[in-house]
Structure formats: structure tokens, C-alpha cells
């Protein structure tokens, strides 16, 4: 990869991954850092006409075809947006990417992992994060927010809490697998407390990496 940094943000629904995207974008930007603030699945034109299919409760997926879509659309968000920010040295700050798929489509619905991650390293090209932010949540907490939050719930938000207990379980495991890369933070602290922390493993990847401001 270049001279940018890539940053993932990721946990079960309602874990305040858009709270604390939008604070760490806002927050890196008054420093003077060139940031991208993007999602999965999405973030671009075409990944996001994707996205609603995908989302949409009102289609039947099949798990399989479920994979590949999320893959296209992966695909297609690194070769567009994320490898070429990457490369000009920009931070970018992700809402969910790989390890997404892994934890809804490999341990929530059971999928085999391994042509799983087979099929993701072809659509990231081998693009991995430098952070990844876990932001652990118990899911009915998650749940109570969605609901409090009146937004409709998409196909996948409408899974069971036997599926959505699993999801949080392989994150959990991957945080254990990367604790290099995965940090985990408990999404019941303060919106506030939880930025900080966020804040300060960023910094660190930034001292690491050696990331320049582009603006005063
Ligand atoms: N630390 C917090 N404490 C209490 N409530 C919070 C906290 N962080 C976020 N919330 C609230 O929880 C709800 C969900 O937050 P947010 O939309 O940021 O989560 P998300 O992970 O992006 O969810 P989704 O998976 O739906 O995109 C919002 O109403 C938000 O204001
Ligand atoms: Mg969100």
C-alpha cells in the first residue's frame, strides 16, 4: 500500500460506527489531515446502487450470492476510492470492510470462512486496514438503539438475536485472531470517552506511518 492510512470502523448494528466516524472525521480534518470518510457497503455511485439491493428487506438473497455481492461491491469501492486515497496519502476512515463479511456471512450465517477470505482477497486486491476499530456492543443494547432511533431495518438488521449473538462472537474472535491490528472498545461508554480512545490509537497509527498534514 502507499503512504496513506486506512482505517476500518466495524461492530453489530447500532454500535455507533456513524457516531464515531463522523467525530474522528471532524476531528483528524481540524488537525489539517487529508480525510475520506466512506461505507460499506457502498461509497461509491455504483457500490451504493448495490448496497440497496443488497439491504433491501424486500429481496430474497441467497447466502451465497449474498458473499458475492458484498465482494462486488468491496471490489469495486478499493479499485474507485480506497486504493487510489490510500496511495495519494490520505486517511480514510471506513465503516465497515472485510472482516464485516466475515463476521455476518462466515460466523453468523455459517458460511465456509475459507472461500470466503478466498474471494475477499481477490476483490481488496490485498488491501487490509492499518486499524480497525471494534466496537463491541451486547446486541439487544444495539437493538434498543436502532428501535429508539426509528430508522427501518434493512434485511440484514432483521436477523434474529441468535444470528446477531454469533456476528458479535466472531468479531470478538478476530479481535482475538488481529489484536495487532483489531482494537476493541466497549460501546457503552460516552459518546465522547469512546471518541478519545478511538482518537488515540489513530494517533498512534498516524506516528507509525508518518502521516503529514496537508492543510494549517
Ligand atoms: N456511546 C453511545 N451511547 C449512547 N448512545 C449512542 C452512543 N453512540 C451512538 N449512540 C446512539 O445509538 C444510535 C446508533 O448509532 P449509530 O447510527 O452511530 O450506529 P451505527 O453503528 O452506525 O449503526 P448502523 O449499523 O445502523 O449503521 C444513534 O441513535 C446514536 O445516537
Ligand atoms: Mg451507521
Redesign the pocket.
Known amino acids: 500500500m502507499g503512504r496513506g492510512i486506512f482505517i476500518t470502523l466495524e461492530?453489530p448494528?447500532?454500535?455507533?460506527?456513524?457516531?464515531?466516524a463522523q467525530k474522528l472525521y471532524k476531528y483528524l480534518r481540524n488537525k489539517g489531515y487529508s480525510v475520506i470518510r466512506t461505507r460499506e457497503p457502498g461509497g461509491t455511485k455504483v457500490a451504493e446502487k448495490l448496497r440497496s439491493i443488497l439491504l433491501d428487506a424486500g429481496n430474497k438473497i441467497s447466502s451465497l450470492a449474498e458473499i458475492f455481492l458484498y465482494e462486488a461491491i468491496r471490489a469495486q469501492h478499493v479499485q474507485e476510492l480506497i486504493k487510489p486515497a490510500v496511495d495519494e496519502g490520505k486517511i480514510i476512515i471506513c465503516?465497515r470492510f472485510s472482516d464485516a463479511t466475515f463476521a455476518y456471512q462466515g460466523y453468523g450465517r455459517g458460511k465456509d470462512m475459507n472461500m470466503i477470505k478466498k474471494l475477499d482477497s481477490v476483490a481488496t486486491d490485498g488491501v487490509i486496514p492499518h486499524l480497525t476499530i471494534l466496537?463491541d456492543i451486547p446486541p439487544k443494547t444495539g437493538k434498543i438503539?436502532?428501535v429508539?432511533?426509528s430508522?427501518k431495518q434493512d434485511r440484514i438488521e432483521q436477523e434474529n438475536i441468535a444470528f446477531h449473538k454469533r456476528v458479535r462472537e466472531g468479531y470478538l474472535e478476530l479481535a482475538r485472531k488481529y489484536p495487532g491490528r483489531i482494537k476493541i472498545i466497549s460501546?457503552l461508554?460516552?459518546?465522547q470517552d469512546?471518541h478519545e480512545k478511538i482518537a488515540g490509537y489513530v494517533e498512534e497509527v498516524i506516528r507509525r506511518n508518518r502521516i503529514k498534514r496537508s492543510r494549517k
Open positions: 461492530g448494528d447500532g454500535g455507533g460506527k456513524s457516531t464515531q465503516e466496537r438503539r436502532l429508539n432511533s430508522k460501546a461508554g460516552s459518546k469512546i
